[in-house]
């Protein structure tokens, strides 16, 4: 069974810049949750989609957003990049229903702005 | 807001020494307790979720339990490839998930 993908692995962009990642969920899985991590931070919740609609929502600004598909997959944009979003950027699927958070994640985009 | 703290912050054992983590927390209206283990450039691997005080859940090696304000994950005779960074987040009324900062692991053969 293939795991979570997400694309692309590395991305290096300019502030001020916007940015698209994509995350495709293990098969059969509905929810799909979004994570920034950086050494200071660590890991923080973005948000989570379940059946297209965002369903959670951490604390973070308004320049980031995210949308799911029909299909589950799942897309996370960040607009009017600045240098303190170079992060790891994590998704995870599970199956869905109540919301849980036993997920299984991707291996990341690596996220640098310059 | 939601507070996860865990310690050590870093561990180094030797091959079989026995240890425990700690991760203690602050939530409103817990809904489930979550354990990861995350290796070097990987994202997090799902170990455990725990409910309510006094559960207790177990894994090869690894065994976490959980009270009403902390929650630990014993260690058992480790080996060198239970090395990894240990995660402890919580689920609060609300759903949304909190992270602690991670417990470094190294064993050492």
């Given amino acids: ?114 | 807001e939601d507070q996860v703290t865990q310690s050590p912050e870093a561990l180094r054992l030797q091959e079989g020494e026995s240890s425990s983590l700690n991760c203690s927390y602050t939530v409103s209206g817990l809904r489930g307790l979550f354990w990861y283990r995350q290796d070097p450039g990987k994202g997090p691997e799902f170990l455990f979720t725990l409910y309510s005080a006094g559960e207790e859940k177990e894994k090869e090696r690894l065994k976490a339990t959980l009270t009403k304000k902390e929650s630990f994950l014993h260690i058992t005779a480790p080996k060198p490839e239970d090395s990894a960074t240990y995660l402890c987040a919580v689920q609060d009324g609300n759903n949304r998930l909190a992270f602690g900062k991670g417990n470094q692991v190294v064993v050492i053969p």
């Fill in chain 1, 1 to 114: 069974k293939a795991g979570v993908t997400q694309t692309p692995r590395y991305l290096i962009k300019t502030r001020g810049q916007q940015v698209t990642l994509s995350c495709s969920p293990i098969s059969g899985h509905r929810s799909v949750s979004w994570y920034q991590q950086t050494p200071g931070q660590g890991l923080q919740f973005l948000f989570e989609y379940f059946s297209e609609t965002q369903r959670n929502k951490g604390n973070f600004p308004g320049r980031f957003s995210g949308r799911q598909f029909s299909n589950s997959r799942s897309e996370m944009n960040v607009s009017t990049l600045e240098l303190g979003d170079s992060a790891l950027y994590l998704c995870a699927s599970s199956f869905g229903g109540q919301p849980t958070y036993e997920q299984y994640f991707g291996p990341g985009t690596r996220l640098t702005v310059t």
